[in-house]
């Protein structure tokens, strides 16, 4: 099982930026497609954006492209998540997830290993 560690969440005004990151624990992280999910209040687990184990495939909810943008670091084991733009529709709990293969997916069971997240709130 892999470790998995966000940071990078707050509070900032609408049209600000913030930047998550995701570092892992294991030494297998570039073998894995990575991605963002987030759950506001009330709200189920959403896919935001999804890379490939090599960073060359990006995936992103129509709500976040342009927006957001996704990008891993295997050497430092580490995913992160440039948000921009933010609105307060944004405003929910990022979490980082592994997938089980190397291609990144949509769907929440295509990921094994998810951190504990990271509050983003985004005032208007």
């Known amino acids: 099982q892999v470790q998995l560690e966000e940071s990078g969440g707050g509070l900032v005004q609408a049209g600000g930026s913030l930047r998550l990151s995701c570092a892992a624990s294991?030494?297998?992280?570039?073998?894995?497609?990575m991605g963002w999910f987030r759950q506001a209040p009330g709200k189920g687990r959403e896919f935001v954006a999804g890379i490939s184990w090599n960073g060359i495939n990006t995936d992103y909810t129509d709500s976040v492209k342009g927006r957001f943008t996704i990008s891993r670091d295997n050497a430092k084991n580490t995913v992160y998540l440039q948000m921009g733009s933010l609105k307060p529709e944004d405003t929910a709990v990022y979490y980082c997830?592994?997938?089980?293969?190397?291609?990144?997916?949509?769907?929440?069971?295509?990921?094994?290993?998810w951190g504990q997240g990271t509050q983003v709130t985004v005032s208007s």
């Open positions: 294991a030494r297998t992280f570039g073998d894995y497609a």
């Open positions: 997830a592994r997938g089980v293969g190397e291609t990144s997916s949509r769907r929440l069971y295509a990921y094994r290993d």
